[in-house]
């Protein structure tokens, strides 16, 4: 069996009812995301096909709404002139791997309550270190794609040996996928007290009960009046995620991800801002949003 990966869903999607699939990655070998860091990657996904087949086709609709960053959508709105972007998430390197071991029949089946708890004791590899002991981690979180983007990662027993890894590992919800097309009950037996997390959705809009724990992800392509959109977004109680056009800034209620703003320096493991609206501590929390570069 792949121990590095659950089950923790299957069962019909809420967008349309097809068969659908949440895996949950990282138990044994830390993630070799750049982005994000090390934290435990869930993929929400068609149970008849790979994520890369359903991007090609249309079916992933079941498990992102009418995401306008879906490749079909960018496709025909590009033979229409438009400059639309796809959205960035690989289907291959990561999505693609995970159905095709749980298609295979090699992932086991869990309650989310039961995935949760076999995460309360594991903590997050923080990256490189020099230490001379052996086995040493060898896992590099270099911003730098091209010249530096890990191939592999290494077991967690690695970081144990070493006392490498101290800080309680967190969760991205929907690494693939949207958190919305499955009922909001599996995050929240997912999310552990205390820990960083990053969640977003794009069907925020007829999900406002998603918005304590979940960004309302917003961009111009599915949204051209941004403005509008975040009006509605702060409304329904959203603190929310966008992707900046090209040469604009982040408004007065926004802030720019700190990854990008150090190079990669700080990663969603580190960081864990997007995380929702619900209140920390018993601390009401301001409603802003958090934005990324232009994609180009």
């Given amino acids: 069996m792949n121990t590095n990966t659950l089950c923790v869903y299957d069962g019909p999607s809420l967008r349309d009812g097809v068969r659908t699939i949440v895996l949950i990655s990282g138990y044994d070998t830390p993630s070799i995301n750049t982005k994000t860091g090390d934290m435990l990657?869930?993929?929400i996904m068609r149970a008849d096909m790979s994520p890369s087949m359903a991007a090609a086709i249309g079916a992933d609709e079941t498990i992102c709404g009418l995401c306008a960053l879906r490749p079909i959508i960018?496709?025909?709105?590009?033979?229409?002139?438009?400059?639309?972007?796809?959205?960035y998430v690989d289907k291959v390197r990561g999505p693609d791997g995970v159905w095709q071991?749980?298609?295979?029949?090699?992932?086991?089946?869990?309650?989310p309550q039961e995935a949760a708890a076999r995460y309360a004791n594991l903590r997050r590899c923080p990256g490189p270190c020099d230490n001379e002991r052996?086995?040493?981690?060898?896992?590099?979180?270099?911003?730098?794609?091209a010249a530096a983007y890990p191939k592999s990662g290494h077991s967690r027993k690695r970081c144990a040996a070493i006392d490498h890894a101290t800080t309680p590992l967190g969760l991205r919800d929907g690494a693939y996928g949207d958190p919305a097309t499955v009922d909001a009950a599996i995050w929240r037996a997912l999310h552990l007290q205390g820990r960083k997390r990053t969640s977003y959705t794009h069907q925020w809009e007829t999900s406002?009960?998603?918005?304590?724990?979940?960004?309302?992800?917003?961009?111009?392509?599915?949204?051209?009046?941004?403005d509008a959109a975040i009006v509605k977004a702060k409304a329904l109680g959203f603190r929310w995620y966008r992707i900046l056009r090209r040469g604009e800034q982040p408004r007065n209620d926004e802030r720019m991800c700190p990854?990008?703003?150090?190079?990669?320096?700080?990663?969603?493991?580190?960081?864990?801002?997007?995380?929702?609206?619900?209140?920390?501590?018993?601390?009401?929390?301001?409603?802003?949003?958090i934005t990324i570069p232009a994609i180009t």
């Fill in 134 to 145: 052996q086995p040493y981690c060898k896992l590099d979180h270099s911003h730098l794609y």
């Fill in 101 to 111: 071991s749980w298609a295979a029949g090699n992932v086991e089946t869990v309650t």
């Fill in 208 to 226: 406002p009960e998603l918005a304590d724990m979940a960004m309302a992800s917003i961009d111009a392509q599915t949204w051209p009046d941004v």
């Fill in 41 to 43: 990657q869930s993929y």
């Fill in 74 to 87: 960018v496709k025909a709105a590009r033979l229409r002139g438009s400059t639309a972007i796809p959205c």
């Fill in 259 to 289: 990854e990008a703003t150090t190079n990669g320096a700080i990663s969603c493991a580190d960081c864990g801002a997007c995380d929702g609206s619900g209140d920390r501590n018993g601390k009401a929390r301001r409603l802003i949003g």
